[in-house]
């Protein structure tokens, strides 16, 4: 037995080294990846200082971010199928986004990702709010009334823009895309990183929420709080990352549902591997993008669209085969 174990626990151990070399490797290659080429002149080193490591960190933050917070809003609601794209919390953010550039033009990047993030925790709120009122609550109810009341917010936000005439810069925000990322407009997406670490310190209590009001009260945690804790740090990530770069829809689908399915549904164990399936799905589909149509860039949220619907079909056939 001991000859047959030995081999899985170095297996096992080397896994995850394994993963943040080809995670790296993957950053490193896309700070060479693009149409201006960096050893063509002496202004090499500048544009990559300005626009190449900006691009890169802002592909590694919001990948963790985005991640981590599908993942902590699928234990909150206990439903995998739920995310800030399946929930109306990116709408949100984008209505409290528009409106602080319609009542206040000239608020600093700053003001606008606290709009956007206060808009993002009203509307989760009012997600969590329906949910607690609806009886039946099955796995597909839940993503189908998130994605409803996304809709009509996202309708009342596209309505406001069109009576500001500011319907093409709604559309850039929800275009989900690094090319204006550049040095000076990606600093912001810094406070994620700090989101990703407070999720790590409350990995445990978030755990224990998962598991029910009852559950969690009886494990000496108050649910309530901890409810709110996770919603503001989901509401957070979402504002500030459709701030800088705008919607990435499934990214918080599919990374978490990938990782729970090969290593279960361990939150602390659980989220070095969502923060690096983050960080590599978004940098391959960067790459792909830069690449695909190489001068033009295909946006970053069409390429993740069209992998999320895939892995969200698959997972509902999934689910329908286990409920059969």
């Known amino acids: 037995m001991t000859a047959l174990t030995a081999p899985a626990r170095i297996r096992g151990r080397l896994a995850l080294p394994a993963a943040i070399t080809v995670v790296a490797g993957l950053v490193v290659l896309s700070l060479f990846v693009g149409v201006y080429d960096l050893a063509s002149d002496g202004v090499g080193s500048e544009m990559l200082w300005i626009t190449r490591i900006p691009r890169t960190l802002a592909l590694v933050l919001a990948g963790c971010a985005m991640a981590v917070s599908g993942l902590v809003m699928q234990l909150l609601t206990q439903n995998r199928f739920v995310e800030p794209t399946t929930t109306g919390t990116t709408e949100w953010a984008a209505l409290g986004l528009l409106a602080t550039v319609l009542l206040a033009p000239d608020a600093p990047l700053v003001v606008r990702m606290l709009f956007a993030s206060l808009a993002a925790f009203v509307g989760t709120m009012v997600f969590l709010a329906i949910l607690r009122r609806i009886q039946l609550r099955s796995s597909l109810i839940v993503p189908l009334i998130g994605i409803m009341l996304g809709a009509v917010v996202s309708s009342f936000t596209t309505y406001l823009a069109v009576s500001a005439n500011a319907l093409q810069m709604l559309g850039t925000w929800f275009m989900g895309s690094f090319t204006a990322v550049v040095r000076g407009r990606y600093e912001v997406l810094w406070v994620v990183g700090i989101v990703v670490v407070l999720v790590a310190l409350f990995a445990d209590r978030l755990t224990a ?53 090969w290593r279960g549904d361990n939150l602390r164990a659980n989220l070095p591997w969502v923060c690096l399936g983050g960080v590599a799905v978004i940098v391959v589909c960067d790459i792909v993008g830069r690449v695909i149509r190489m001068p033009f860039e295909v946006p970053v949220s069409m390429i993740l669209g069209v992998l999320g619907t895939a892995v969200f079909v698959v997972l509902l056939l999934r689910q329908r085969g286990h409920d059969g």
Do not use: E, I, Q
């Open 209 to 261: 929420a998962s598991l029910g009001k009852d559950v969690a009260t009886t494990l000496g945690v108050d649910y309530d709080r901890v409810l709110l804790l996770g919603t503001a740090l989901v509401a957070v990530a979402t504002g500030v990352t459709t701030v800088v770069v705008g919607f990435l829809p499934f990214l918080g689908l599919v990374v978490p549902n990938l990782v729970s399915m």
